[in-house]
């Protein structure tokens, strides 16, 4: 499984409802999961892998030996937002780049499960920066779409290098 990064074709594509709960779902949240970890990340969504589907993953510890810190969320839809915070992001499509992005600080979230079942959950702070931030990619938006002016200027060269680099490869 292997991380598509920017400009990537499938991260603008975003992620379909997923209807099907099955063992082949199972298996992709299972290897997301541990190429999050190998990569050194908190949260994966599927189109980050090529794969349209309303999947991601996540565990704000970044760390493989804490299950009860990760969740796997299919389907996911924000009920609620509550205040606005601004906060530093990176994303593993876009490796060493960095930069502010404002969210919500708290949110509700109704999802399903890897069984169907559905959830409630209730985020704040980091848990639902990230969350914002994943769900985003299941839409096709990137942070770097939610950047300030002056921070969008800062990292244009970087963009462009990667576009140029993209371009060079296919
Ligand atoms: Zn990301």
């Known amino acids: 499984m292997e991380i598509v990064t920017y400009p990537g074709p499938a991260l603008r594509r975003g992620g379909k409802k997923i209807e099907v709960f099955d063992d082949a779902l199972r298996a992709t949240a299972e290897a997301m999961l541990e190429r999050m970890y190998e990569s ?67 949110l509700v979230l109704s999802y399903q499960d890897l069984d169907g079942q559905e959830q409630e959950l209730r985020a704040d702070d980091f848990l639902a920066r990230i969350i914002q931030h994943e769900i985003d990619h299941l839409k096709g938006v990137l942070f770097v779409d939610r950047l300030s002016s002056v921070d969008k200027l800062r990292v244009r060269p970087k963009l462009q290098d990667m576009e140029r680099k993209f371009e060079a490869r296919v």
């Open 40 to 106: 050194q990340g908190v949260g994966l969504a599927a189109p980050q892998v090529g794969l349209d589907l309303e999947l991601l993953v996540l565990n704000p510890t970044g760390d493989p030996d804490d299950r009860d810190g990760e969740l796997v969320i299919c389907n996911p839809e924000i009920k609620s937002r509550k205040g606005n915070e601004w906060g530093e992001e990176g994303c593993l499509s876009f490796p060493g780049i960095y930069a502010e992005v404002e969210r919500a600080k708290k």
